[in-house]
């Protein structure tokens, strides 16, 4: 158990719609990351934030967007969802890092399986 | 860039044989490696890490050097048992919020 939480496991949806995937990071970490795990990507980087700042984006979408809270979870927001959207979201915390700071560990989630229909 | 290209899959191995799974690299600046396993229906692990160029990661009877003259992270196990069987990933990481940049995986099978 990496103690990094991450609900719901699966979730079924259909085409057009929005859907929210929540992520405690593990006690202590500042940082979150996101990542999306498809068949033909990949596993790609999708948003990080830092206590509660957005501090890099990569491979995301503008439909998708994504908040820290000041608790520190997280919540990623899936919006006019499409069918390639299905797939495996990952959640990752870490201690840092903030700008410049050494790479830490990154733990992940057991993950979010969106299925879009 | 930042990238990883690793070994094709999947990699089928009789029990007790050596494992090798290739991972090379392309980086600005000096990026910390990885080695995440992936277990079915389980999130990713950290296996193993290295830091700085000749470092040696080591975990659980695996192994990688950071081979900075020839970008590479190599993962390798002498003797690999059934419970080995899994997704394996080369990452480093590198950008301004350190995220990790994967591999695309490499499936291992390991038969009794």
């Known amino acids: ?117 | 860039g930042n990238s990883v290209t690793q070994m094709e899959g999947p990699v089928t191995l009789s029990e007790e044989a050596f494992l090798t799974i290739n991972c090379t690299y392309t980086a600005t600046g000096y990026p910390s490696l990885f080695w995440y396993v992936q277990y079915p229906g389980e999130g990713l692990q950290l296996l193993l890490k290295a830091t700085k160029a000749d470092d040696k990661g080591s975990n659980k009877g695996f192994e990688a050097t950071y081979r900075k003259e020839t970008t590479s992270f190599h993962l390798e196990k002498g003797s690999v048992q059934v419970s080995d069987s899994a997704v394996y990933f080369c990452a480093l990481s590198g950008g301004s919020a350190r995220q990790l940049t994967f591999g695309s995986g490499t499936q291992l099978t390991v038969l009794p």
């Not at chain 1, 995937?21 to 999306?36: A, E, I, K, N």
């Not at chain 1, 934030?49 to 439909?63: F, Q, S």
Request: one cysteine or more.
């Open chain 1, 1 to 117: 158990d990496s103690g990094v939480t991450q609900t719901p496991k699966h979730l079924i949806t259909a085409t057009g719609q929005r859907v929210t995937l929540r992520c405690s990071p593990r006690s202590g970490d500042l940082s979150v990351y996101w990542y999306q795990q498809s068949l033909d990507q990949g596993l790609q980087f999708l948003i990080q934030y830092y206590n509660g700042e957005e501090r890099a984006k990569g491979n995301i979408l503008e439909r998708f967007s994504a908040q820290q809270f000041p608790d520190l979870h997280s919540e990623l927001n899936l919006s006019s969802l499409e069918l390639g959207d299905s797939a495996l979201y990952f959640c990752a915390s870490s201690v840092g890092t903030g700008l410049g700071q050494a790479p830490y560990e990154q733990y992940f989630g057991p993950g979010t399986r969106l299925t879009v229909t």
